[in-house]
């Protein structure tokens, strides 16, 4: 049996205490969030936080995860909500 050992990539979003967004790109989105609540992820979100998970999209390589980052990044506040309410209304629950 074969297993698939390369990582899988996500791009993600969170909310930050102050309501403001962090966009970002991981391997593993739990340990990832973990990390910015502890104030050891992103320097934006330690002073922050908490973060709470409001997008999750797995892509397919490091590559693409850069870039779906950086994508949505250069979008308005208007469209991330978009996207993030399309996400939720579309997405099991993030618990």
């Keep these: 049996m074969s297993e698939n050992l ?7 979003m969170v909310e930050c205490i102050d309501g403001s967004l962090y966009t970002g790109w991981t391997t593993d989105p739990d340990r990832r969030i973990k990390e910015h609540n502890a104030g050891r992820g992103a ?10 998970l409001t997008y999750l999209e797995q892509v397919g390589d490091r590559s693409t ?21 399309d996400y939720l209304e579309n997405s099991p629950d993030l618990d």
Excluded: F
């Excluded at 390369?6 to 993600?12: E, M, S």
């Design 6 to 12: 390369d990582p899988a990539y996500y791009c993600y």
């Design 43 to 52: 320097l934006y979100t330690k002073w922050r936080r908490p973060v709470s």
């Design 65 to 85: 995860a850069q870039r779906r980052e950086h994508a949505i990044k250069q979008l308005t506040r208007q469209k991330k909500l978009a996207l993030i309410q």
